[in-house]
């Protein structure tokens, strides 16, 4: 990475620029532009007094302004200037002598200057302009020639009278109509109404009232309105679940699942509880892991795999077993799957690091660099490096505090080193300082990273050209993490700490043992054992005489006084 980052806001009275990221689409570009601090001024922007707050700008800018409105209103006036000094810029030109216009019954010259080379015909107004294409179109109406993308509709005169749409006392003034409207209106709304009254389109499935709309959906409304669809909704899939609905309801509410997780939980919940209300349950204790697996083979009867729902219901009863309401949890993960593969992703070697590692250095992104540090180096999520806050980094004990929302929803304090240090003192140096919020990375328009555009950026500067670069995973950088660490000979107790898992069986899913590290500690244990025979030489005895020496114990005291 290029040492080239300063912080310039730091430094007001330097004035010699420094390259910096340039942004372009999708992100920060390959190139780099020079740039220049300016301290806080007014905006120059003709009638505005707000201010320009103080920060690097290009340093080709001349203009200083507040917003895109006062941008655009001195691009104006630049341009107005460019015109009255005769400076603007000029399409091709060729001379033209002087002419009569070519106007309809206009007799009027039009002097000699420079024209627009495209332009076949002359006027001396706008107004000779439009009425010779008006009579050219005139012409073609009336011998008949009428274009294919312009299509005629025959129209009728309507008189003036009274609005016809239910209630209204509006008067629609006289005026020529489309030849197929049979109805006089004042307004769309008005439209609307007579639509909505003409026809009977169907009844609604919550209340059983009529449903009445324009003819186009004619037996496609099936509610009144949205209240109506979400109370049938919620009735038809929580009514099912009879005495456990109002728990699930609950977990519903108060569960930290997101906006696009939430709905397939609430279909693993009702789908599972509807199960057990049809065998006759109506307790949490009366649910046993047979339950559950009879529940699995109907669901894969019906073509589901049901991978998804073993984990949410696995969530929902280990949650009730923490709050006391059951005694055990009936899911057992990992028993319900015919071929059951934990995990496919395997950590990066070290060749590939170092290969995906120069390719977003050359990218010039040094957000890009820093979230790749702190996944190799500290082992979080991609969501966990875009929840990262500025009060969340103590650069003097090099650590990081992971914060809730987690996986496990716990939070965690990550060390890290030297490298993932420096550039963290060079991103927090590189930081836009317009930012209004706390978040470490931010995007290009200034707002918290997000998951989402974070693996795009990564796929944009990586490319899909060659590997590992074309199928790069961010978590996979989570699985070297790990795999370093334990081939490094750290505990798994310690690793399973720091990554924050639950169960040592988890650790063991991303941390690899690597064949080289076999081959050292087996070396290293056979040198202990030859030194050991080396230092202490042990007389082997065997059975028979370890017996006849008991044999030949001879009797203590109390044996003779027996």
């Given at each position: 990475m290029s040492s080239n980052y300063v912080q310039t806001s730091l430094m007001p009275e330097s004035i010699?620029?420094?390259?910096?990221?340039?942004?372009?689409?999708?992100?920060?570009?390959?190139?780099?532009?020079?740039?220049?601090?300016?301290?806080?001024?007014?905006?120059?922007?003709?009638?505005?007094?707000?201010?320009?707050?103080?920060?690097?700008?290009?340093?080709?800018?001349?203009?200083f302004v507040c917003s895109k409105a006062c941008k655009s209103y001195c691009n104006r006036q630049e341009s107005k200037k460019r015109k009255a000094n005769g400076t603007a810029y000029k399409m091709k030109q060729h001379y033209r002598p002087a002419g009569n216009c070519?106007?309809?019954?206009?007799?009027?010259?039009?002097?000699?200057?420079?024209?627009?080379?495209?332009?076949?015909?002359?006027?001396?107004?706008?107004?000779?302009?439009?009425?010779?294409?008006?009579?050219?179109?005139?012409?073609?109406?009336?011998?008949?020639?009428?274009?294919?993308e312009r299509k005629v509709t025959p129209r009728r005169f309507c008189a003036e009278g009274p609005c016809d749409g239910p209630g209204c006392e509006n008067v629609v003034p006289a005026s020529y109509v489309l030849g197929w409207k049979k109805y006089r209106v004042c307004s769309e709304a008005c439209r609307l109404e007579i639509g909505q009254q003409l026809h009977i389109v169907g009844v609604c499935e919550w209340d059983g009232k009529e449903i009445?709309?324009?003819?186009?959906?004619?037996?496609?409304?099936?509610?009144?309105?949205?209240?109506?669809?979400?109370?049938?909704?919620?009735e038809r899939t929580l009514g099912a679940t009879g005495p456990f609905?109002?728990?699930i309801e609950e977990y519903l509410a108060t569960s930290d699942y997101g906006k696009n997780t939430l709905p397939g939980v609430k279909v693993s919940l009702c789908h599972f509880f509807g199960f057990a209300v049809e065998e006759g349950l109506t307790k949490f204790n009366q649910i046993k892991s047979p339950t559950f697996k009879r529940f699995i083979a109907g669901e894969r009867a019906r073509g589901i795999t049901s991978g998804v729902a073993v984990g949410h219901l696995s969530t929902f009863f280990s949650e009730l077993?923490?709050?006391g309401v059951i005694e055990r949890s009936p899911v057992i993960r990992g028993r319900y799957s015919k071929n059951w593969v934990l995990h496919t992703r395997q950590p990066y070697l070290d060749k590939e690091m170092s290969v995906l590692e120069k390719k977003i250095e050359k990218s010039g992104n040094l957000l890009l660099m820093l979230a790749f540090v702190i996944g190799e180096g500290c082992g979080p999520r991609i969501s966990e490096v875009c929840n990262i806050r500025l009060s969340d980094i103590d650069l003097e004990a090099q650590t990081i505090y992971i914060r809730l929302p987690t996986k496990n929803k716990s939070p965690r304090t990550v060390p890290f080193g030297n490298?993932?240090?420096?550039?963290?003192?060079?991103?927090?140096?590189?930081?836009?300082?317009?930012?209004?919020?706390?978040?470490?990375?931010?995007?290009?328009?200034?707002?918290?990273?997000?998951a989402g555009i974070l693996r795009n950026w990564f796929h944009d500067a990586l490319g899909t050209e060659?590997?590992?670069a074309a199928s790069f995973e961010f978590h996979r950088l989570r699985h070297t993490w790990?795999?370093?660490?334990v081939n490094a000979d750290m505990e798994l107790a310690v690793l399973m700490v720091l990554g924050g898992w639950k169960s040592l069986k988890s650790v063991q899913i991303y941390a690899k043992v690597r064949q080289d590290t076999v081959d050292r500690q087996y070396q290293a244990a056979c040198a202990k054992i030859e030194k050991k025979h080396e230092t202490v030489e042990e007389e082997a005895v065997s059975w028979l005489d370890f017996a006849s020496m008991e044999d030949e114990t001879p009797a203590t005291p109390t044996d003779s006084a027996a």
């Open positions: 010699s620029p420094i390259a910096v990221p340039q942004k372009k689409k999708g992100g920060f570009g390959t190139g780099c532009q020079p740039m220049r601090y300016h301290d806080e001024q007014m905006c120059q922007a003709t009638g505005c007094s707000n201010i320009v707050p103080a920060g690097d700008f290009p340093a080709q800018q001349k203009r070519e106007g309809p019954s206009c007799n009027e010259i039009v002097p000699a200057g420079p024209v627009n080379a495209k332009q076949e015909h002359y006027f001396c107004s706008d107004d000779c302009n439009r009425n010779y294409y008006n009579a050219i179109a005139k012409s073609r109406r009336a011998a008949g020639i009428v274009s294919q009445r709309g324009p003819k186009s959906k004619m037996g496609k409304q099936k509610h009144c309105d949205r209240v109506c669809e979400a109370l049938h909704e919620a609905r109002q728990m077993e923490d709050d490298k993932v240090k420096k550039y963290l003192e060079m991103w927090l140096q590189q930081r836009d300082p317009r930012c209004q919020h706390d978040h470490l990375l931010h995007n290009t328009l200034l707002d918290p990273m997000v060659s590997e590992p790990a795999t370093r660490l």
